[in-house]
Nanobody, 122 residues
């Protein structure tokens, strides 16, 4: 199982970024996928989850209305569109696969890839 995250970078507050996660080594469409983030000195935070077919999503309260998770099962790729970025969104963003039980309950099967750094600063 492998995940390769990309798309991070330095952006000004209010800006946008689109993250991608290329997955391999498992049947992509059979699993829920999630984006996590970890900032220095803070606990790892579940940002967003999407079910295998893409019919259901979950967002942390801190990003709801600003971030959109999506997936392309033909390309085995997960995305995170991030708009109206804030300095507190600064973190390393990781993706992984797992099981989603609804109401924000997601059980990851692994720790994900190396991640991609997102820095929001003026």
């Amino acid at each position: 199982v492998q995940f390769v995250e990309s798309g991070g970078g330095l952006v000004q507050p209010g800006g946008s970024l689109r993250l991608s996660c290329a997955a391999s080594g498992f049947t992509f469409s059979s699993y829920a996928m999630s984006w996590y983030r970890q900032a220095p000195g803070r606990e790892r935070e579940l940002v967003a989850t999407i079910t295998g077919a893409g019919g259901s999503t979950y967002y942390a309260a801190s990003v709801k209305g600003r971030f959109t998770i999506s997936r392309d099962n033909d390309k085995n790729t997960l995305y995170l569109q991030m708009n109206s970025l804030k300095p507190e969104d600064t973190a390393v963003y990781h993706c992984n696969h797992g099981a989603y039980y609804g109401n924000g309950v997601y059980v990851p099967l692994n720790s994900g890839g190396q991640g991609t750094q997102v820095t929001v600063s003026s």
